[in-house]
């Protein structure tokens, strides 16, 4: 009886088993390889309902054995080709596309691609991995993926928007490619193109820095991968271990010249050439004089081997037994003069039976020391501030201030002018010994038709011979200040008293009694022990009391002309003298004679 006869009610049909809805396994082990089988649904199998829908059931799975035969055969495997590709420039006048050269690396094991661009020094470009390992598509349309026969050189590759020329291949892929049946003629080298800024670059650095820049210069192994490779069974290179056991820490000095004074700009440099005897390694030192004005670079090679020709940089290279005191050797286009050796490397040379030669003595042009001219002062703000942009250092700093005494010398001036309505004009000239400073004041006079008032400001002076001091000050002196010539007339009490206590520093050599006595005793000697001079005060003392006035005294100077007038001491001294030997107004003229006679008396 047909199924579908039966009523469908309970009872009726036989129970249905229940559906297995556990998911397969798709993982296996393969010859040691774990893989993935590949599913693929079964569309053969559907279950009709009353609904018009279709639902597909269990897939039927097959396992795929290619994948793990390809990785057993190919794992390791890579294919490596070298192409470029081109990228515009915009807005330069010096060319109008970069050529960036790229690595493509395909794995054979699944079919992936790897593109790194190659690293350009100072490029300022972001480079490096430029397509991360997958498989590239090569048709969007039809779903298609890249394969080692996509890559023919001389072709070229659109791998995300950017065609790719490739150019050649290393002997590995040249070989592989070979076997699998390709022409050599497919297989040939095709030359690439060179963008105008990359070759103007090249020849730029090659003649700045003097490298070939065709040359390799590899980065030493870490010596954490070193120990790596080793236990992965790459075997040690153990020739050196000797030289290590034998001579670990032992070092060889030797003192190196480099004579370029004949080039523009050129010196003698010193250089230290340093041979570590474990590893037949050497390095070379900068010594730097005392300000010598260049760059604080230490060292001028690093460690390492030397090679003898710089056209031969895999050898061969100096050797300790190669060293000599007088040789030359050339390191990167510069002739260095061995010079001397210190005492260790004497005495390993003659353990060795290879004694040096006797040190050279290089003759050396003494060092030219630059005297600093400081500039005038201009006027501008005070003299410290413009010293002090003048000691050579780039952050200045405020100067420092000596500060003197808090005291203030006090003058009455006059101006000594031709202008006749300036010659009755007084002045109270104030000089601040605390900073240096002078200021100048005018009383005011009523009906001169002249305002009072300051007439300077306080400030700091100078003169053609520098800095206006306190030795410039006393009274009878002529001065130059702010462009008008003063003459002091007399000093106050207290700078008074201040000028004599500094007699024994020969400040004021005025207020100095025995200096002054000294200088009249020149022109009174002969008259004050002929007695003459003391008959001239008697004659102006009708008293008969033993002193006369400062006016009296002064027109005894002049009469045998030692006055201020004929060449003599100024006021300065005269008002000492009747200071020193009177009542400030007068004069004792007996002690006067007693110091013209002889000075040493202090009375």
């Known amino acids: 009886m047909d199924s579908l006869s039966i009523p469908n009610l309970p009872g009726y049909r036989p129970k249905p088993p229940n559906p297995n809805h556990s ?28 609904s018009s829908a279709s639902i597909a059931l269990a897939p ?46 395909y794995f054979l094991e699944d079919n992936t691609i790897e593109i790194v661009e190659k690293k350009v020094e100072n ?71 060179e963008d105008l800024y990359t070759t103007m670059r090249a ?89 010598c004005g260049r760059d604080p670079f230490k060292k001028m090679v690093k460690r390492g081997k030397l090679a003898k020709h710089k056209d031969e940089p895999m050898g061969p290279f100096w050797h300790w037994s190669d060293l000599d005191v007088g040789m030359v050797i050339e390191v990167y286009s510069r002739k260095l003069i061995v010079v001397a050796a210190d005492e260790i490397a004497v005495q390993f040379y003659k353990e060795k039976g290879m004694p040096l030669s006797e040190p050279l003595s290089m003759e050396q042009e003494d060092p030219v020391f630059a005297e600093r001219e400081l500039p005038p002062y201009n006027g501008y703000g005070s003299e410290e501030d413009s010293l002090a942009s003048c000691v050579g250092s780039l952050i200045p700093t405020i100067p420092m201030k000596k500060l003197g005494k808090n005291k203030i010398m006090r003058f ?4 000594e002018s031709q202008n006749p309505e300036d010659r009755d004009r007084n002045f109270t000239v104030s000089f601040y010994l605390v900073d240096n400073t002078v200021q100048i ?19 700091k002076l100078r003169t053609q011979d520098g800095l206006i001091t306190e030795e410039y000050f006393y009274v009878g002196a002529e001065i130059v200040l702010a462009g008008h010539p003063f003459i002091l007339i007399d000093a106050d009490e207290g700078t008074l008293k201040h000028m004599e206590a500094k007699v024994k520093e020969t400040t004021f050599v005025y207020s100095n009694l025995r200096y002054i006595a000294e200088v009249y005793a020149l022109s009174l000697l002969d008259v004050a022990n002929s007695g003459e001079l003391l008959a001239a005060f008697q004659e102006l003392d009708a008293e008969g009391s033993g002193s006369v006035s400062m006016k009296a ?35 004792e003229y007996e002690k006067f004679i007693a110091c013209i006679c002889n000075p040493e008396i202090v009375f």
Not at 36 to 48: G, H, S, Y
Not at 127 to 140: L, P, V, W, Y
Not at 573 to 580: E, G
């Open 23 to 50: 998911r397969k396994q798709i993982w296996s082990l393969s010859h040691g390889v774990g893989m993935a089988d590949e599913v693929v649904p079964n569309q053969n199998q559907l279950i009709r309902s009353g």
């Open 412 to 415: 009455m001036a006059k101006m």
């Open 60 to 105: 039927a799975v097959v396992k795929n054995k290619t994948a793990g035969q390809r990785y057993l055969k190919y794992n390791g495997k890579v294919l490596k080709f070298f192409g470029y590709f081109k990228e515009a420039v915009h807005e330069s006048s010096i060319e109008n596309h970069r050529i960036r050269h790229c690595e493509l690396n």
């Open 203 to 291: 020849e730029f650095m090659s003649r700045e820095t003097g490298r070939d820049e065709t040359i390799s210069h590899n980065i030493r192994k870490n010596p954490m991968q070193e120990f790596a490779e080793a236990c992965l069974g790459n075997t040690v290179n153990n020739s050196t271990r000797s030289g290590f056991l034998e001579y670990d820490r032992k070092v060889l000095r030797f003192d190196c010249l480099w004579d370029d004074r004949e080039a523009l700009y050129g010196d003698l440099q010193r250089f230290t050439l340093v041979y570590y005897l474990s590893d037949d390694t050497l390095e070379m030192l900068t010594v730097l004089g005392p300000n």
């Open 123 to 193: 490029s300022g470009v972001p480079q490096g991995t430029f397509a991360k390992r997958q498989r590239i598509i090569k048709d969007e349309l039809s779903d298609t993926y890249m394969d080692f026969g996509d890559i023919q050189l001389g072709g070229t590759l659109e791998v995300y928007g950017r065609k790719m020329f490739v150019t050649d291949c290393n002997n590995s892929t040249r070989s592989f490619l070979l076997e699998a049946g390709r022409s050599e003629e497919l297989l040939r080298p095709v030359p690439g193109e």
């Open 553 to 587: 005294f002064k027109s005894i100077l002049m009469r045998y002309k030692c006055s201020y007038y004929f060449g003599g001491p100024p006021e300065q001294a005269v008002i000492t003298c009747c200071r020193k030997l009177g009542n400030k107004s007068s004069l």
């Open 441 to 459: 004041h005018e009383p005011p006079k009523r009906n001169s038709g002249i305002v009072g008032g300051s007439f300077l400001s306080r400030m």
